[in-house]
Each structure stands twice: as structure tokens, then as C-alpha cells.
């Protein structure tokens, strides 16, 4: 048997929590909070009723996208991804140094495509009109996210802050010039985030999943900002290009620069890519 093993694991409980768990942790508070219990179901359900019984909120579900009014920035036609998915998981690693040419239109277009673009349709029905389907599971198909993209090198495309319309599809230009030096207080990797072809943040608009599933959507819009970053990830392999995950980053002074109040709308998750070294 190896000494692996043999070794005793940890006892995470006494560095988390020190002799017992404080009455008030917030994250336990949260978590028990947010359980499906049949006890419980009824209640947790009355979301699900109200959007059955409502035309009008069934028809405003589906248009799952936020609208800036910025200017419209159409994308290229994405690149192909045509690589073995086995290969894709194998290849993928993270990558933390960046080379400093730009990638290409077509790559961020087929990024954000395979991030939250939209896949297909569920047909109509008698009680319901057809909802477009994205490229990741979403709970009730109600796409709480929302994708912000920082071009710094990006072919064809002005240095600045955009936001993915995947309906449309398309960018909006939110804001021109955004400097590396601002990107860079951002996170606890300052060099990652400054050195970078492209930043792409995730965030969430959590009504649009808590209207229906209260507490419990918080952690469903957690687990799509997972999926969403995972295509990401993926993607970036196919293209031959480096990316990493970021989830250390202030979150205040993020939200800010994507216009975002931290409660009702909040970012999530970043993904930070560009050309890998030779």
C-alpha cells in the first residue's frame, strides 16, 4: 500500500470551523437554507405555479438578456471547434502567461458562442411559444447570466468593455479605452488580468431564477456560471489558445466596472484567455 494511501486525511471540519460551527455562519445559514425538503416543496414551488398561471411572465422569462442600448457590434462567423472532445478534455490546462499578439475575431465570436450562445429551439406548444435553448443546462431554461467581455487584443475589434447578446447575436460596446491598469486591480493576480487578450466575466441576474425557485436558483445560477466557464474552457483548447478560471477578484470593484448594483446583479466567475507562449 502506498504511503499516499496509508497517510490520514485531514480533518477539515476543526480548520473550517475550530471547535464547532458558530450558530450564525452565514454559509451554513445559507446552505440549510436553500435544501429541498417535501416537507418544504410547496413553498419552495410557488414560483413555479405563478409562471404557469401567467402568460405574460412565461413570455418575459424567455427573453433571458440584458439590453444596454450601447452600440451594436456584430460578430464574425465563429471559428470551427472541430476537434475531438476527448482530445479537448485531455489538452486542457491551465495557462497563466500570455503571449502579446491578439487572437482573432472569429475566435472570440466562437468562444462566446460555446460559452452562452444559442443552440437551438424547444418547439411551441399550445401554452407556451418556443424557447431558444442555449450551449449549457440552465434551471427551467431561465438563463440568469449574463456575459461581459474586455477586448484588449482582439483583431478587427476596439480595445474596451462589451456585452454578449446571444439573442441578437452579437456585441454592445459599453465602454472604449478600458486601460490593462484598470483590469489589473481587479484581482489578486494583477499580472493575469492586465496581461491578457481578453477577460470574460460571468455574472448573474438572480431574479430571473429566483422569482421561480427562491434561494435554491442562487445556487443554480452558481452551477450554470460553472458550466458556462467549463465551455469556455474547453473552447479556448480548441482554439489553441491559453485560458485560465479566475474567481479571485473584488468583487465591488468589479461589479462596478460592468455597471452592476453587487445585489440584484452580480459577477460571478472570470475567464481570462489569450495566445499561449511558445
Known sequence: MSALVRRQTARWLEFVYGDRPDLDDPAEAYHEASKMA???IDRQMEGARRLAASPDLRLSSLRAVKRHGGARIPLPEPASLDVRLQDVIGRRRSRRDFASGPIPGDALAALLHAGYGVTGQLEPQDDRPGVPLRAVPSGGALYPLELYAVAVRVTN???GLY???PLWPGLELLRSGLAVEELAVLSTYPDIASSCAVLIFV???FGRTRFKYGLRGYR???LEAGHVAQNL??????LGLGAVPLGAFF???TDAILRLDGVNESTLYA???GRERS
Open 38 to 40: 417535501p416537507s418544504q
Open 157 to 159: 475589434l476596439e480595445p
Open 163 to 165: 456585452h454578449f447578446d
Open 203 to 205: 455574472a448573474a441576474v
Open 220 to 222: 443554480f445560477a452558481l
Open 233 to 238: 474552457l474547453l473552447a479556448a483548447t480548441a
Open 251 to 253: 468583487d465591488r470593484r
Open 271 to 273: 475567464i481570462a484567455l
